[in-house]
């Protein structure tokens, strides 16, 4: 049986928090399909989502005609401060905890599980301008500044936007192995040297 993974967009989403675990993701299931998972983007009402940098992105599918998920990936950006205060959307984030077995977020993606109850007393992390909003939401939270991701089990937080291809590369690893996670990144020509 294939394993899904599921890229939840929405209005604000920062760019490469969604493209960057996007990018290694989908590479490894469409490249190595044998290793049983494919990857999918979803919105609440599917179609056209407009990114917080003005690029748009087509949602493949909606909150009701999505596929069941085995992994949630909730990217950050403006467009997550919404969701803090969004009951509707909440209330489908816990519901999440019932029906989907690994649970990730990308820099501001974890103040949405924050909000929505999923961090309490657990190891997280999220973009260093957003710690102090983290435990804001939720004193019982062990922040983990230094670290790029936090893999605590069933729920999985990633620092901000370029630490989501780490994470993801990580999640390759997890799921996969160590050397598929190697091949993809060799593939994808991930190497990060900065220049500056």
Not at 53 to 75: C, H, M, N
Not at 113 to 121: I, N, Q, T
Not at 155 to 166: K, P
Request: net charge negative; charged share 25%; proline share 8%.
């Amino acid at each position: 049986m294939t394993r899904t993974i599921g890229l939840l967009l929405f209005p604000g989403t920062e760019e490469l928090d969604a493209v960057g675990p996007w990018e290694v993701l989908a590479f490894w299931t469409q490249f190595f399909p044998d290793d049983g998972y494919t990857a999918f983007t979803f919105s609440r009402d599917g179609g056209p989502v407009k990114c917080a940098k003005g690029l748009t992105i087509e949602a493949e599918y909606s909150f009701d005609t999505a596929p069941r998920r085995d992994v949630l990936i909730i990217p950050g950006g403006m467009g997550t401060r919404p969701m803090l205060t969004d009951e509707p959307m909440l209330s489908w984030v816990r519901a999440q905890r019932d029906t989907t077995p690994l649970i990730t977020s990308v820099c501001t993606g974890s103040l949405v599980l924050a909000a929505a109850g999923l961090l309490s007393g657990r190891p997280a992390t999220t973009h260093w301008k957003s710690l102090s909003r983290l435990t804001e939401l939720d004193p019982s939270i062990e922040l983990r500044p230094e670290d790029r991701f936090v893999d605590d089990g069933d729920i999985v937080t990633a620092a901000g936007v370029s630490a989501g291809i780490d994470m993801a590369l990580h999640l390759v690893r997890r799921l996969s192995s160590d050397d598929r996670a190697r091949e993809v990144r060799r593939l994808i020509q991930y190497d990060p040297a900065p220049p500056v």
